[in-house]
């Protein structure tokens, strides 16, 4: 029989304290995928990033139309001796921006466009590659809830339509007489790929913070800015698109004064184009002119949400507007010297840099405002 214990007892400091882990024993083991699953989408994101600055640069050496031919597997091998090149040469000298635009390339000129559209396209499957290999693992390794295995999936659908509409983007400039891709194609080549990137910065996010926790912080979410974010994010998208449109045509490249064009408010040619809807895409004058009417909408937009989250009392929501607004106003200002300097490569592709960092600025600020992190009431 056990002896009677004084309530007055000291407990023995023999014994180990078993602390519960942190979410419970149920949950125990559960949620080890998710820092090696947010390090493989950091990787994809990585490489994503990297296919739209290397994509930008394709275009911008007019190098996108050298390889007439999608193969997606036996395209992974370049030519490997004289004989190869010149049937890779004969092939480009059959498409129109040969024949029109560089009937008097050697070569050695080709060579150096046919390497940027390779690299592009290597750069491509090998993303394809890094996606397939790590979507295996884990759901073979881990235990991946349902819900995460679709978003791991979706991923690669959006990959292999990528390079679905990357050929047919391609496909536009190797018959008629365009010299160039179908800027409406471009567009969308482009506006697919920063959407992959989207929802890969989101993904990872969600993946660094514990399900539970995010069921909590958004209980304190701050909606206003979240709405406010909710409108900016597709505009800058729209801007984004139609940036696009402004270097599938080499827009950039004409009008170079600002805050005038052509010393005009509205170029008087910019409806020139017929049939009529043909000018929002095709006309210079009016994707230019568009593309710098909807960046100064964004940019007052950008300035009424920023003045608006003054008032969040999350403080992750707060620095992330101002981060928003710098990036939204240095973006412009390169803008306006990339267009008053004829759009220079080096230029060009620090705008659309600066086109990433924007649209995950605005998306990093609506995530802080719909899930944010615990602070102290002292901070």
């Not at 926790?213 to 900016?232: C, G, H, M, T």
């Not at 599938?248 to 809807?277: C, H, K, N, V």
């Not at 909408?297 to 999350?314: D, G, Q, Y």
């Not at 004829?342 to 620090?350: N, S």
Request: proline residues 4%; glycine residues 8%.
């Amino acid at each position: 029989m056990s002896k009677t214990r004084s309530i007055f007892e000291e407990v023995s400091a023999d014994k180990p304290v078993v602390e519960t882990p942190k979410g419970g024993h149920i949950d125990t083991g559960r949620n080890e995928w998710r820092k090696p699953a947010s390090i493989w989408m950091m990787i994809l994101f990585a490489m994503v990033a990297c296919m739209i600055l290397v994509g930008g640069l394709t275009r911008l050496t007019d190098s996108g139309l050298s390889i007439t031919e999608w193969k997606p597997v036996t395209g992974s091998v370049p030519p490997l001796n004289a004989a190869d090149w010149d049937a890779e040469f004969t092939k480009y000298k059959a498409t129109p921006e040969y024949q029109l635009v560089n009937k008097d390339m050697e070569l050695g000129a080709f060579k150096t466009i046919y390497w940027w559209e390779w690299g592009h396209r290597q750069l491509g499957r090998m993303v394809g590659l890094v996606w397939a290999i790590g979507v295996l693992y884990f759901l073979i390794r881990y235990s991946v809830p349902k819900g995460w295995r679709g978003r791991m999936l979706f991923v690669g659908v959006l990959g292999g339509l990528q390079g679905a509409i990357g050929w047919w983007m391609v496909s536009s400039g190797l018959t008629g007489r365009m010299v160039d891709v179908a800027s409406y194609r471009l567009a969308t080549h482009l506006g697919l790929a920063f959407i992959i990137l989207s929802f890969l910065a989101w993904y990872i996010w969600g993946l660094r913070r514990d399900e539970m926790e995010l069921f909590q912080a958004r209980r304190n979410n701050d909606a206003r800015v979240a709405r406010l974010l909710n409108i900016l994010l597709p505009l800058v998208f729209l801007q984004i698109l139609l940036g696009a449109l402004v270097a599938g045509i080499d827009a950039g490249r004409g009008y170079t004064d600002w805050p005038l064009m052509g010393g005009q408010f509205l170029p008087s040619e910019s409806f020139d184009y017929t049939p009529f809807w043909t000018n929002l895409f095709e006309n210079p004058a009016l994707v230019q002119w568009n593309h710098r009417m909807l960046g100064y909408a964004v940019l007052v937009f950008t300035v009424f949400a920023w003045f608006r989250s003054r008032a969040s009392a999350i403080n992750e929501v707060r620095s992330g507007m101002t981060l928003v607004l710098a990036g939204v106003l240095f973006q412009m200002f390169l803008g306006i010297i990339t267009v008053m300097n004829a759009a220079p490569w080096h230029l060009a592709i620090f705008h659309q840099l600066g086109a990433i960092f924007v649209i995950i600025f605005v998306l990093r600020a609506r995530f802080a405002s719909m899930f944010p992190k615990t602070q102290s009431l002292r901070a």
